[in-house]
């Protein structure tokens, strides 16, 4: 297999970089050798400059006589009138010595290796370790590049497994290769048989105006094409430069991997807005008033000079939230959705298909003006990095306003799209309006003959339309026939007013089941709102008239459901229905419904669960049905 | 008032036995608390001994319905997945899809390997599933577990 893959490579198309080739060939190999100096070096630099500034008025007096004071406790001073700076000298050298060959032998210690079927990693210099990682449990894989690691041109890769400290790290590697790696392990892991055709076509003939002005507009050179490695390679010092100079501003988004452009657009004024928005700058506006008022009550200063510094290093918290943040992209390949952000330090991480447990659309109540939201998920692995703005990496989309929701959660969720139009569009059907509801259907039934992917999704059977679907409506767009792209097109807008639905209607609106009248009591001003729907693939849960929020769990990642009822909910014939997922920020649970709606939303989740997780074949994405 | 239930259930109990050891359980929880309370007696004020009636009021309460909650406890094995019933004030309803269990645990304490009796544990991936059917005569433990390691390797599912 991994013969093959290195000469065939579909069509003519550039061979897969030798690099790349040598390190997935299921031998043992080793990580990058500027790997010591990266993970502990610094800090060894850090300590050596922390020794010469103690030192340094000796130093100075060495040159400059008789401009040292004397000063008594002074450790440093006290060794040299001993006179055992020597010794010293000699002590401090066996350290770094000791140091060095630790790292260079523990760097010689860890070695990976990736196989057809694991990922297997070696480390530790008396304590052995031996990490083996299933490619089929993978819950998603993502490059890190530290500053300082990109100066190197190195790059961490982490893959991350399903559990507590379950990852496994890969640091540092080739920055370049790194990329080449995850897809290489994602290929392996979706369980294709052969190798994928380059995008690189694909990404052109998608949609051919949007996407080569956002490549070039990224690239810099007009033909989009990786800049980095690939460029002809100069010999010589002058052209390790400019390569790492290259790599050093390339585009986040490897353009060979991805349809470079993302689909978000996070402007910096937006980011800005947002952070500033935040609950933290309540707390400080509040922080300021009480400095305030006690200074003028008391007429005392003291605890303007002890909270002050506190308030202003709070600036230093919305700087680094929002360069965390910044240059945020995120973008379908065929290997699940890929989301970057970072602007020095920058991560980037490749999300599978189905590893994404619940989903939750959210608005703080700052940001209801503007009509912003976020997007977090739940999802089973710890990865030991944090996310966009120094949160938990669960947040996917750290602000954008209804139409960028919309699309996050097209790429997240894609069989909720493929088959909620038809959800909806049956509903409106029963409802009695007409033209527009069975558009979808009818059209996509007509051109069912025609090899779409996405035809899979639009068949109205849950169970089904699950894995099929595949994130690159872009490519099926440009290629199918026009009755198609017009059905792929109704398609999106029926998901628009079900995203709508979830998040800013109330009542019976977009198919929800909400809360009784008598749940006022529970639910003061949600009791409208307070609502739950099943669509076909996923359960939509409603909630929140101040905080709104949408939750989403996808069917086939519920592990059990629960139904909970208490005293108080007894008399009032109310109920709650708790959906149990991976643990997470999200707790997907709906309360104060009717308990007859509670036993039925219960029983109908708890068989569609079984039904979508039977039918679930995520842990091969790319493997053909059988 | 009628109450929650899920429609034709066949429940299957756990053994009436189960009640001792909770019975115990909780005779011993609310005697340590009692005696930890005892020492504000010494105060010499009225309310200490109140503080002292009503944790053994309450102990009192709670073991009387013991009976009761454990005859609530019920599961049943339908076809994809299994239903566990828990409680009487406060009702709870789990099921859990066989597919999804990760792990099974038999767990027998001291008092419940007296009355020959197993507590069975299940463990899926979400740690809310948390489902235990306490108070199971240790065979039929061992044969529902068996059981249930078969139906979940048939109906294994990815997380």
Do not use: C
Not at chain 1, 220 to 228: E, M, N, V, Y
Not at chain 2, 22 to 29: D, K, S
Not at chain 2, 36 to 53: D, R, S, V
């Amino acid at each position: 297999m991994s013969d093959s893959r290195t000469e065939a490579d579909g069509g003519g198309a550039r061979p897969a970089p030798p690099e790349v080739a040598a390190l997935t060939d299921g031998e043992w190999h080793r990580l990058h050798p500027a790997t010591p100096l990266l993970k502990g070096g610094i800090a060894l630099v850090a300590v050596l400059v922390i020794l010469f500034n103690n030192a340094r008025e000796y130093v100075v007096e060495l040159f400059v006589p008789g401009g040292r004071r004397g000063d008594e406790g002074d450790p440093f001073g006290y060794v040299v009138e001993q006179g055992w700076l020597g010794w010293l000298l000699l002590a401090a050298f066996a350290v770094i010595a000791v140091f060095v060959g630790g790292a260079w032998l523990s760097w010689t210690m860890n070695t990976f290796r990736v196989g057809d079927d694991v990922v297997e990693v070696r480390s530790g210099i008396v304590f052995r370790t031996n990490r083996r990682a299933r490619l089929d449990r993978i819950q998603g894989i993502n490059i890190q590049r530290p500053l300082l690691a990109r100066v190197f041109g190195a790059a961490k890769l982490e893959v991350n497994q399903a559990g507590q400290d379950a990852n496994v790290n890969l640091a540092y590697l080739r920055s370049a290769s790194a990329d080449d790696l995850r897809r290489e392990i994602l290929r392996r892991a979706g369980g294709a048989q052969q190798q994928h055709a380059p995008v690189a076509a694909e990404g052109a003939t998608a949609d051919g105006t949007a996407g080569t002005t956002a490549a070039s507009a990224l690239d810099g050179p007009p033909t989009p094409g990786r800049p980095d490695a690939r460029a002809p390679h100069r010999p010589g010092f002058g052209g390790l430069v400019e390569q790492r100079a290259n790599e050093f501003l390339a585009p986040e988004l490897d353009p060979d991997e991805a349809p470079p452009q993302s689909v978000v657009e996070l402007s910096p004024g937006r980011l800005i807005g947002s952070t500033v928005l935040s609950g933290y700058t309540l707390f400080l506006v509040a922080v300021v008033v009480a400095i305030a008022i006690s200074v003028i009550t008391t007429g005392e200063w003291f605890l303007l000079f002890v909270l002050l510094p506190a308030v202003l290093g709070s600036g230093g918290f919305y700087v680094n939230r929002i360069t965390k943040s910044l240059r945020y992209t995120i973008a379908g390949t065929r290997d699940g959705v890929r989301i970057g952000y970072g602007l020095f330090s920058t991560s980037n991480e490749t999300l599978p298909p189905g590893r994404i447990h619940s989903v939750k659309v959210s608005q703080p109540l700052l940001w209801r003006p503007f009509g912003w939201w976020d997007v977090k998920i739940n999802r089973a692995s710890r990865s030991s990095t944090k996310g966009a703005a120094g949160q938990e990496n669960t947040t996917i989309l750290p602000v954008g306003d209804e139409e960028d929701v919309r699309r996050v959660l097209e790429l997240v969720l894609p069989e909720l799209v493929g088959v909620a139009a038809v959800g909806v569009a049956a509903e409106e059907a029963r409802a009695g309006s007409t033209a527009p509801a069975v558009a979808p259907e009818t059209v996509a039934s007509e051109t069912a003959p025609t090899p779409v992917p996405d035809a899979a999704a639009h068949a109205p059977v849950p169970g089904a339309a699950v894995h099929a679907s595949t994130p690159h409506d872009s490519a099926t767009d440009a290629a199918a026939p026009p009755a198609v792209r017009d059905a792929v097109e109704a398609t999106t807008e029926h998901t628009l007013s079900l995203v709508e639905g979830g998040l800013r209607s109330s009542g019976t609106d977009g198919g929800f089941t909400v809360s009784p009248r008598r749940a006022a009591v529970l639910r003061w001003f949600s009791w409208r709102r307070n609502g739950f729907r099943s669509a076909p693939g996923a359960l939509l849960l409603r909630k929140g008239a101040i905080w709104r929020q949408l939750v989403i769990v996808p069917l086939p990642r519920v592990q059990s459901v629960g139904l909970v009822q208490g005293p108080l909910r007894r008399r009032l014939r109310l109920a709650t229905v708790h959906l149990h997922t991976v643990q997470g920020p999200i707790v997907a649970e709906i309360g104060a419904l009717d308990q007859d709606d509670a036993l039925g939303f219960f029983t109908t989740a708890s068989r569609e669960a079984v039904v979508a997780a039977r039918a679930d074949r995520t842990h091969r994405w790319s493997e053909e049905t059988p | 008032m009628d109450r929650l239930d899920i429609p034709d259930a066949q429940w299957t109990r756990v053994s009436p036995k189960y009640v001792w050891p909770e019975l115990i359980g909780y005779l011993v929880t609310g005697l340590i608390v009692a005696a930890a309370t005892a020492p504000l007696w010494l105060l010499g004020q009225w309310w200490t001994y109140a503080i002292t009636a009503v944790v053994v009021v309450v102990t009192i309460v709670v073991a009387a319905l013991t009976p009761r909650r454990v005859r609530a406890i019920g599961y049943q094995l339908r076809e994809d997945d299994l239903l566990l019933r828990k409680g009487i004030l406060f009702l709870r309803v789990v099921a859990v899809p066989y597919g999804r269990m990760q792990l099974i645990d038999i767990n027998r304490g001291p008092v419940v390997r007296a009355l020959g009796l197993s507590d069975l544990k299940f463990v899926t991936a979400a740690a809310a599933s948390a489902v235990t059917i306490p108070g199971v005569p240790a065979d039929d433990a061992e044969r529902l577990r068996d059981r249930l390691v078969e139906l979940a390797e048939s109906r294994r599912a990815g997380l």
